[in-house]
């Protein structure tokens, strides 16, 4: 079983400055992917970054990047130079890249605002 | 290219009817997989198809269904609906199992 952790239910950030957003997870699966949507008010689930458990390298995409350690079990977001159109909640997510059940399993998401 | 097609965008039902919704994954996508989003049980997946063929169920009672056709186009129904149904359900499609999962804008459903 997977299991995901984002122990931050809400963020205030400053507009243009960044913010890491907190993702723990827990699995026995051998290789995972581990991802990051935003779901603003009007609930669209909109896919972000993507991050392999086998990817040697940190995924970035344009102003997020995904802060990834394997060994602490952690994948953070971190969104540079913030805009007000980046408030919104933000789900990490993973699933295992084996078996049969490749189902998503989400955390419970972090509400962030951007502040002008 | 169009991204993943919910319809409808909103429903509300009574009690007891029943509903199905409909997703067009994104053209070349041949698995498509359903969640239920509620504010007291957060994101749960309900199914995932794939050429037509259920590969994999959540923990949901049998009045949850659903189904994929040979154009990839899925529909989940909900028979005999109850308050708790109520929730947004989200469609989301791959290309392949190892690919990132791409989601609609989702349909909210309101049971009254």
């Known amino acids: 079983a997977q299991k995901i ?30 991802f990051w949507y935003k779901q603003p008010s009007s609930g669209e689930m909109i896919f972000l970054i993507y991050q392999g458990s086998y990817d040697q390298q940190n ?25 007000l159109g980046d408030s919104a909640m933000y789900f990490c997510a993973m699933r295992p890249l084996s078996g049969s059940a490749r189902q998503l399993t989400f955390g419970s998401g972090t509400q962030l605002t951007v502040l002008p | 290219k169009a991204g993943v097609t919910q319809t409808p965008r909103y429903l509300i039902k009574t009690r007891g009817q029943q509903v199905t919704l409909s997703c067009s994954p994104i053209s070349g996508h041949r698995s498509v997989s359903w969640y239920q989003q509620t504010p007291g049980q957060g994101l749960q ?30 529909e989940m ?36």
Request: aromatic share 12%; hydrophobic share 30%.
């Open chain 1, 5 to 34: 952790t984002q122990t931050q239910p809400g963020m205030f950030v400053q507009e243009k400055e960044a913010v890491t957003l907190d993702c723990t997870y827990d699995t026995s699966d051998p290789s995972y992917g581990l």
């Open chain 1, 59 to 83: 995924a970035t995409e344009g102003r997020y990047s995904l802060n990834f350690q394997k060994a602490r079990k952690s994948a953070n977001l971190v969104i540079s130079a913030s805009q």
């Open chain 2, 45 to 74: 997946f309900l199914f995932e198809y794939f050429s037509e063929t259920q590969r994999n169920k959540g923990n949901f009672p049998g009045r949850f269904s659903g189904r994929q056709f040979s154009n990839s186009r899925s």
């Open chain 2, 77 to 112: 129904n909900v028979s005999t609906l109850e308050l708790g149904d109520s929730a947004l359900y989200l469609c989301a499609s791959i290309v392949n199992p190892n690919e990132k999962l791409f989601f609609g804008s989702g349909t909210q459903l309101s049971v009254l």
